[in-house]
């Protein structure tokens, strides 16, 4: 479970640094192979965390949410096995 939990941390860690330097995912195949799949898997769960954020904002904190969601699952999944 927490390998699980470790991936998709990466996985919106990924997507999200790509997110802010454009035209690189574009330029490459396999960083749009990437994106793709990193976004199928991460989309489901940012989209709730997207609606419940206000709107407005330059910058989209959803990942940075998401990734905090994440850190607390993986916390509670060492301290439930430990």
Known sequence: MSAALSVL???????AILSWIPGVV???AWLMALDRAAG???EPL?????RRLPGGAAVDFSPFVLLL????ARWAVV???A
């Open 46 to 50: 940012l989209l709730p965390i997207r």
């Open 40 to 42: 199928r898997i991460t």
């Open 79 to 81: 301290r439930l096995i």
């Open 9 to 15: 941390f990466w996985l919106v860690f990924v997507q």
């Open 69 to 72: 969601l994440i850190q607390a």
């Open 26 to 28: 574009s330029g490459s």
